[in-house]
């Protein structure tokens, strides 16, 4: 399968402060990319879905002023949090995905905002 | 896309096979179903796929019920790193969208 890569893997911030993950493809040019967040004992949960050159659609209750969303390429996707928060603080994976409904999915960030 | 639910633990001993049900039964006949497994503090790792027939592949074998509204994925021989929640997921065609339920925690024991 298509190996992802998630940088950083864990980032300590201050309250304020906005925080950007990268999530590069080192092997597959993905036409659409996903963000998830995952809090303690929890499942994932979709953030936003994006297209190489289009807006991210943004699931309902996600704040797309909050949580910005740069598909760069077919090979790079950002996620930046503004402003973060503690209540910021979780896990995030990205994954991509191409003309099936495969997904593989990054190692994870883990953000603490303090 | 279909829900799909899952038991939510399961216990296997090491070196037996371990079998997890997922049911969906809203699936609809173009939608494949998925299974991913996350490994503690890990990013979720594809095992298999499928859409009628029975699938193999050297982590997993997935048996998917004639009127395919359940299906088992059997780890054959299971290992104490087999310990991960699986994820059983049925993706609208065409959206790509996942929705993860909770899974079924997998414990193998020595």
């Known amino acids: 399968g298509a190996v992802v890569s998630q940088h950083p893997s864990r980032v300590i911030c201050k309250s304020g402060t906005s925080v950007k993950i990268e999530c590069r493809s080192l092997?597959?040019?993905?036409?659409?990319m996903f963000w998830y967040r995952q809090f303690p004992k929890k499942s994932l949960m979709l953030m936003a879905t994006s297209n190489e050159g289009s807006k991210a659609t943004y699931e309902q209750g996600v704040e797309k002023d909050k949580f910005l969303i740069n598909h760069a390429s077919l090979t790079l996707s950002t996620l930046t949090v503004t402003s973060a928060h503690p209540e910021d603080s979780s896990f995030y994976i990205c994954?991509?995905?191409?003309?099936?409904?495969?997904?593989?999915f990054g190692p994870g960030t883990r953000l603490t905002v303090l | 896309d279909a829900k799909t639910t899952q038991p939510t633990s399961m216990d296997c001993a090491e070196g037996r096979a371990a079998n997890l049900p997922c049911n969906h039964s809203?699936?609809?006949?173009?939608?494949?179903v998925y299974w991913y497994r996350q490994i503690h503090s890990q990013g979720p790792q594809y095992i298999i796929h499928?859409?009628?027939n029975n699938e193999t592949n050297e982590m997993a074998s997935l048996i998917i019920t004639e009127d395919r509204k359940s299906s088992t994925l059997i780890l054959p021989h299971a290992t104490l790193r087999d310990t991960a929640v699986y994820y059983c997921?049925?993706?609208?065609?065409?959206?790509?969208?996942?929705?993860f339920g909770t899974g079924t925690r997998l414990k193998v024991l020595a």
């Open positions: 994954s991509m995905g191409g003309d099936t409904d495969t997904q593989y």
């Open positions: 809203t699936i609809s006949g173009n939608e494949y």
């Open positions: 499928g859409l009628k």
């Open positions: 092997d597959f040019q993905a036409t659409t």
């Open positions: 997921i049925a993706p609208s065609s065409g959206t790509y969208k996942y929705i």
